[in-house]
């Protein structure tokens, strides 16, 4: 009678790990679905990102090309003026040149 008692205590010990193994087991699933929420939410912001990334490169671009046309633009400009400035400097020495040459 005393083995058949022990038998039903291992039982009875064995139904609590099953039925604390089934509460993990939930417990983990959860978790788990949880986790593959939040993955799928990271990868959904993440291709926004992403995205939003290619857009910002491409108008850095675009910021960039204006900027190199305007410095080729300015430089055009700086060379006009050295041009015109010789131009004039070399006007007011044959102005000069003339002016002393009638006071003689």
């Known amino acids: 009678m005393e083995v058949i008692f022990t038998l039903e205590e291992k039982v009875k010990t064995l139904i609590a790990c099953i039925k604390n193994l089934k509460e993990q087991i939930h417990a983990l699933q959860t978790?788990?679905?949880?986790?593959?929420?939040?993955?799928?939410?990271?990868?959904?912001?993440?291709?926004?990102?992403?995205?939003?990334?290619?857009?910002?490169?491409?108008?850095?671009?675009?910021?960039?090309?204006?900027?190199?046309?305007?410095?080729?633009?300015?430089?055009?400009?700086?060379?006009?003026?050295s041009v015109t400035r010789s131009a004039l400097d070399d006007l007011i020495k044959s102005i000069d040149s003339i002016v002393e040459n009638e006071n003689q």
């Open 31 to 81: 978790e788990n679905n949880s986790l593959k929420i939040e993955t799928q939410e990271s990868k959904a912001e993440n291709a926004k990102l992403a995205e939003h990334n290619a857009q910002l490169l491409m108008q850095l671009k675009a910021i960039e090309n204006s900027i190199l046309l305007e410095t080729d633009h300015v430089n055009e400009l700086k060379e006009e003026r």
